[in-house]
Structure formats: C-alpha cells, structure tokens
C-alpha cells in the first residue's frame, strides 16, 4: 500500500541548532513529496516539493528537504532553527494519476526551545 | 489577496442538525479538496472536484456531500451530522488536477457535534 510515515510525533531542538523533521514513503512508481506547515490556529502552507531531479530541494522561510531514493526518505532540515519555526509539519505525497490527491503522515509537531 | 476562505470558522451543533461549511477562492483554481484533520491521523481527504460539476469521493466519503456549481466555491454538506464527525475541516484548492501541484489551504472549520 502506499503510504507516508512521520516516526516523530515531537521534534525539540534548541534555537539556532540545526533541525531535521523525518519523513518515509512507501510509493509504487516516482514519488512526488511535498512537505506542508500549520501554524496555530491557521491553515496548512506548503514549504517545498520533490518532483524530479536534483535530490535536495530547497523551500520557504529557509528549509531544505533531501530526497533519498534508497532510504526511502524525505526528511525536512533547516541549518538553524528559530523560536517562530515551531509548528506542525506534514508530509505528504501525492498519489492516484489524474488527480492531486495528498496523502498526509501524522505529523510532527516541531518545539524550537529559546 | 489570493485565498482560500471557510465559513463559519467555529460552529457547535447536535446531531442530526444539516449544516453546509462553505468555501470559495479567489485563484481560479480548477481542483478542489475537503480534507479533515484529527489528532493522531493527520489530513484525510473526504471529497474532492476536478472542476465544475466534476466530484469524486475521496477517502472518508461517508456521512459528508460536496457540490460544485461554480469553480470558486465548494461547499461541504453534513446531511445529518453524527459526533464522530467533530473534526478540524480543511478546504484546499489548487491550479490543476496534477501530481505536481501544490494545494493552497483554507484556515479551517473546527465543528463539534454534541
């Protein structure tokens, strides 16, 4: 079955220390993987997307995401966190040709202590 | 400002009692989603819309109606709303209907069904 895994339900990482958000797929085919953040109380927006190419994509408010085809993996990193990153992230891949239909992990909710 | 609106924001109701969740954007966007969000489960599409009067369920299609008259808006119809339909509901919306497409995502409708 196809699927994406957050093994992490929490992140916590001291401010200015780098940060990494796990992500895993189980996917027949090419995966395309997006990576989304939800702010309290808002709406989800999306950070970056692998469709093809090169493997480290690089997104919104300074995160990067590496796609690792031999993992498997999709994990979300940022060189240095901010208080203001913390948050909940999902991952997320889009499955079923003709449609755009994401499928989400469970999320991770991402603590940057000051 | 491009946006993807929901109304009401917050709506306590009992069982049984129809209600619509409205939701409209502003992109002319061909795709649109329902998603709900529940703790431990993350996003789970419940219908979704490829364009005008083009519909399909998605996930967990049970218990909920879409409709799409117009491309801008996508109401979400609870007939008779049961509590285990208290959730944090989404609205997304996107270009196309493609694999490739981010979503751009409503701020949210938490109902509760007493």
């Known amino acids: 079955a196809q699927s994406v895994a957050q093994p992490e339900d929490q992140v916590n990482v001291a401010e200015g220390n780098p940060l990494t958000v796990k992500c895993t797929y189980s996917?027949?085919?090419?995966?395309?993987l997006f990576w989304y953040v939800q702010y309290p109380n808002r709406g989800l927006q999306f950070l970056l997307k692998?469709?093809?190419?090169?493997?480290l994509v690089k997104g919104s408010y300074g995160f990067e995401a590496e796609f690792n085809k031999s993992q498997t993996s999709f994990h979300l990193k940022k060189p240095s966190a901010l208080v203001s990153d913390s948050a909940l992230y999902f991952c997320?891949?889009?499955?079923?040709?003709?449609?755009?239909?994401?499928?989400f992990g469970t999320g991770t909710r991402l603590t940057v202590i000051p | 400002e491009a946006q993807v609106t929901q109304n009401p924001r917050y709506l306590i109701t009992v069982t049984g009692k129809k209600l619509t969740v409205t939701c409209s954007q502003n992109?002319?966007?061909?795709?649109m989603s329902w998603y709900r969000q529940d703790p431990g489960l993350g996003l789970r599409q419940i219908y979704y819309?490829?364009?005008?009067?083009?519909?399909d369920k998605g996930d967990v299609p049970e218990g909920y109606k879409v409709s799409r008259k117009e491309k801008r808006n996508f109401p979400l119809i609870l007939e008779s709303p049961s509590p285990n339909q208290t959730s944090l509901y989404f609205c997304?919306?996107?270009?196309?209907?493609?694999?490739?497409?981010?979503?751009?995502f409503g701020p949210g409708t938490r109902l509760t069904v007493l």
């Open positions: 997304a919306s996107s270009l196309v209907a493609s694999l490739y497409n981010e979503q751009f």
């Open positions: 996917v027949s085919g090419n995966p395309y």
């Open positions: 692998y469709i093809t190419g090169d493997n």
């Open positions: 997320a891949v889009s499955l079923k040709t003709g449609a755009n239909n994401l499928f």
């Open positions: 992109m002319n966007h061909e795709y």
């Open positions: 819309s490829m364009n005008v009067e083009v519909t």
